[in-house]
T-cell receptor
Framework: TQLLEQSPQFLSIQEGENLTVYCNSS?????LQWYRQEPGEGPVLLVT?????EVKKLKRLTFQFGDARKDSSLHITAAQPGDTGLYLC??????????FGKGNQVVVIP | NAGVMQNPRHLVRRRGQEARLRCSPM?????VYWYRQLPEEGLKFMVY????????ESGMPKERFSAEFPKEGPSILRIQQVVRGDSAAYFC???????????????FGPGTRLTVT
């Protein structure tokens, strides 16, 4: 059983379009991280959200943490080919062990 | 400003051999974590170490796997008598804080791809 469910698993869009991917759980997390992973590389940390309802922006990427700290979303505005990658969410429950979802594979077509 | 370093990046071992994976944390980080990523699966926690101490090894298989983080030198993940099912990408991460801090962050290395033939 996966603690964090990410949807959709795969998403292909045209350059310039907007997209939203989701990370859901029935568990409460003390913090949630979003990473992006390229093939053959390690995950690169994008953002950490801590407070329920928190919204953080990183250029064209907007991250939101659910009010109950059980879920999160990532919205990309005007996607570019450089946004292509596997987006991973990871939740922490205060014990230093990150629980990862399987990821959202995003492909942006030029 | 070097990040987390792992070597080797690729490792091929025959069944029954030993695999040793090395991880040097980011400068100033004293906490190391090992994760395993199998094809079509998410990253799975294996073990959390501080210098000379194993803090949490609840994700580590009970047999053949061991980890250490000595006072000097890198952290080592050791797999004895490897089997084909051990083939995976092994990632190391480091953080500057210990448990109890709500907004700690883990920074990952590039991984070691282990192939068992």
């Amino acid at each position: 059983t996966q603690l964090l469910e990410q949807s959709p698993q795969f998403l292909s869009i045209q350059e310039g379009e907007n997209l939203t991917v989701y990370c859901n759980s029935s568990s409460v997390f003390s913090s949630l991280q979003w990473y992006r992973q390229e093939p053959g590389e390690g995950p690169v940390l994008l953002v950490t959200v801590v407070t329920g309802g928190e919204v953080k922006k990183l250029k064209r990427l907007t991250f939101q943490f659910g009010d109950a700290r059980k879920d999160s979303s990532l919205h990309i505005t005007a996607a570019q080919p450089g946004d292509t990658g596997l987006y991973l969410c990871a939740g922490a429950r205060g014990n230093n062990r990150l629980a990862f979802g399987k990821g959202n594979q995003v492909v942006v077509i030029p | 400003n070097a990040g987390v370093m792992q070597n080797p990046r690729h490792l091929v071992r025959r069944r029954g051999q030993e695999a040793r994976l090395r991880c040097s944390p980011m400068k100033g980080h004293s906490h190391v974590y090992w994760y395993r990523q199998l094809p079509e699966e998410g990253l799975k926690f294996m073990v959390y170490l501080q210098k000379e101490n194993i803090i949490d090894e609840s994700g580590m298989p009970k047999e053949r796997f061991s980890a250490e983080f000595p006072k000097e030198g890198p952290s080592i993940l050791r797999i004895q008598q490897v089997v084909r099912g051990d083939s995976a990408a092994y990632f190391c991460a480091s953080s500057p804080t210990s448990g109890g801090r709500v907004d700690y962050e883990q920074y990952f290395g590039p991984g070691t791809r282990l192939t068992v033939t």
